[in-house]
């Protein structure tokens, strides 16, 4: 039998509860948090960012950099969502050279904890600090003594969403680790930056966790990443793909994997950006089981890939792509690869005979 129910009214959802929901899908985690501050401060070309967490980021966290700053102009738009100075017309996606364009960060990060940010550009010869509420509204603003860039703080993440609130607290180690494994991709990919995270716990004074020189090529972060030992057991690559695409990066050689845990030492990027591509990571580690079953390959690659051909712009944190042609992209990767490892197949199979 049908039931009847009588028809619900349909009513627009307050905006500060709609600015919230929006707000939590571009803010995931920590990481995602600390993310689009770096990003932020490498779009603003400095070439020293540092990353200050105040117990492993539950209590505050804090993106300082040596970037352009931000003129007074700006001030009062700085926060309000879909307010940006990357993108102005959406043929522009085509063309897109920086990591941001949907002005969606700090207004999201203002939707979930407290933000402030200090100021300076070179046109000013003292610094400002800003103060903005849940709405993305700058609410107050003060002279301070800064050199020329911005730092971005925010305090209490996720501290009026419930439910994320414990799991933050709960997951923090974990949200931490995500964050430290970020932080490494940004250190090997930026050249010229340098990069420090920090840690203050309790009372304790501030550890240095993560710090590198800005050298100048991606080999050499590497080497600072993950040491010269490490780097010793890599292979170059450098492979053309189809459509004016190529991919350049470092694998591991066979034999010299990274043990059992898969991700935290495999790195994908596509035109210098940190993304997920799943299926590339599932490539890499099934033509490398074909010779080690024992351990995951460290797997550095970076894909050019023409801006008109790849979308960004296919979930909020921007992590997932959408390729014209990803297809291909990957048979001539799996192609390349196996020629990278052709020795190894070949000693393999001569193995599996005898
Ligand atoms: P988007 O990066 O997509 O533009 P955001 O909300 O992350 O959106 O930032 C809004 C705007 O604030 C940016 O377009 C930029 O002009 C300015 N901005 C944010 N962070 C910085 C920074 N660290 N240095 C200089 N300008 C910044
Ligand atoms: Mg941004």
């Not at 189809?242 to 790195?267: A, H, L, M, P």
């Not at 299926?279 to 010779?291: A, F, P, Q, S, T």
Request: proline share 3%.
């Amino acid at each position: 039998a049908m039931a009847y129910v009588s028809s619900p009214t349909i009513k627009p959802i307050n905006k500060g509860v709609v600015h919230k929901i929006c707000a939590g899908q571009v803010i995931l985690d920590l990481s995602s948090a600390v993310k689009e501050l770096v990003e932020n401060s490498l779009d603003a070309g400095a070439t020293s960012i540092e990353v200050a967490l105040k117990e492993y980021g539950e209590e505050w966290f804090q993106v300082i950099d040596n970037g352009c700053g931000i003129s007074p102009d700006n001030f009062k738009v700085l926060a309000l969502k879909h307010h940006t100075s990357k993108l102005a017309d959406f043929p522009d996606l085509q063309f897109l050279t920086t990591f941001g364009f949907r002005g969606e960060a700090l207004s999201s990060l203002c939707a979930l904890g407290n933000l402030t940010v200090e100021t300076r550009t070179r046109n000013e010869s003292t610094a400002t600090h800003l103060t903005f509420d849940n709405a993305g509204l700058l609410v107050a603003e003060r002279k301070t003594a800064r050199q020329i860039g911005t730092t971005v703080t925010v305090k209490k993440l996720f501290s009026n969403l419930p439910v994320r609130s414990k799991e933050f607290s709960r997951n923090i180690r974990k949200e931490y680790g995500k964050l430290i494994s970020l932080l490494n991709a940004y250190a090997i990919i930026a050249k010229g930056v340098r990069l420090v995270c920090t840690n203050t716990f309790g009372k304790n004074m501030k550890s240095v966790i993560l710090k590198t020189q800005g050298s100048g090529s991606i080999k050499d972060n590497i080497i600072t990443v993950f040491g010269m030992n490490t780097f010793t057991c890599l292979e170059p690559l450098s492979v053309s793909l189809s459509g004016n695409c190529k991919v350049e990066g470092f694998i591991s050689k066979s034999g010299y994997g990274s043990g059992r845990n898969t991700g935290d030492r495999q790195f994908v990027f596509v035109n210098g950006r940190p993304v997920d591509m799943p299926k590339v990571n599932k490539l890499v580690n099934e033509l490398y089981r074909g010779m080690n079953s024992r351990q995951y390959p460290i797997a550095i690659m970076n894909f050019t890939i023409p801006t008109a051909a790849c979308d960004v712009n296919v979930t909020p944190d921007k992590r997932k792509l959408f390729f014209s042609d990803e297809g291909s992209i990957l048979q001539y990767l799996r192609v390349a690869l196996e020629k990278v490892y052709s020795p190894n197949f070949m000693t393999y199979s001569a193995n599996l005979v005898e």
